[in-house]
């Protein structure tokens, strides 16, 4: 079965700085999808990020980078110039293209701190 | 978004009754999604469905089951409900061809 570790479970960061989030999967699939989700206070999931696996270059939007690594099965999440807002749980999460469901497999998660 | 509604959003039950936590949505999608939120284990899937009356398990099952009638709603329903079921339970649904999925606000459910 496929698995996510995020193994940290807590970052902090200053506001307007950088802060890098890590997310490690297995799987002996060639074809997937990646995504980073967001959990503020308000318990709302928001997608922050996707990445195809078939896709060399890494997915940007905005202030939220991605560097994957396919070799090293590694995904992680770079937040640049940190704003409070930021401030949440974070979600790596993985789907393999041929599961039937396409069901998505999560990481425990990594609780982020912005500090003013 | 798409339009997932959960009902109720909080509820406090006792051991050894029965609850329904309801899953509407406005868009039509074709998959709908079961999770529990936990700490330290992140969400992991309960059930999903892929259709009117189509349903299949998670890695979660053991003490919940699901039904699917109509399109819009997915229902979840713990039979006999226990203190290890105190959890926050999200339905999604999936969209798009890559897949994410689109997440509903979450029902905390505690089993005293």
């Known amino acids: 079965a496929q698995t996510v570790t995020q193994s940290q479970p807590e970052m902090s960061v200053q506001e307007a700085e950088t802060v890098t989030l890590s997310c490690t999967y297995d799987?002996?699939?060639?074809?997937?999808?990646l995504f980073w989700y967001k959990q503020p206070p308000s318990r709302q999931m928001i997608l922050v990020i996707r990445?195809?696996?078939?896709?060399?270059q890494n997915a940007t939007e905005n202030r939220f980078s991605v560097n994957f690594q396919k070799a090293a099965k590694s995904f992680s999440l770079k937040i640049s110039d940190s704003q409070l807002g930021d401030a949440a749980m974070y979600f790596c999460?993985?789907?393999?293209?041929?599961?039937?469901?396409?069901?998505?497999?999560f990481g425990a998660g990594t609780i982020l701190r912005v500090k003013s | 978004d798409a339009g997932i509604t959960q009902s109720p959003r909080h509820k406090v039950t006792e051991t050894g009754t029965p609850v329904t936590l309801r899953c509407h949505q406005t868009e039509n999608h074709r998959y709908m999604y079961w999770y529990r939120q936990d700490p330290g284990h992140g969400l992991r899937l309960i059930h999903y469905s892929y259709g009117v009356k189509d349903t299949d398990k998670g890695e979660v099952s053991d003490g919940y089951s699901v039904s699917r009638s109509k399109t819009e709603d997915f229902l979840l329903t713990l039979e006999s409900a226990t203190s290890s079921q105190t959890s926050v339970y999200f339905c999604?649904?999936?969209?798009?061809?890559?897949?994410?999925?689109?997440f509903g606000e979450g029902s905390r459910l505690t089993v005293l």
């Open positions: 990445q195809e696996a078939y896709k060399q």
């Open positions: 999460a993985y789907r393999n293209s041929r599961t039937f469901g396409n069901k998505l497999v």
């Open positions: 999604a649904t999936r969209t798009g061809p890559t897949g994410e999925l689109f």
């Open positions: 799987t002996s699939e060639s074809d997937y999808y």
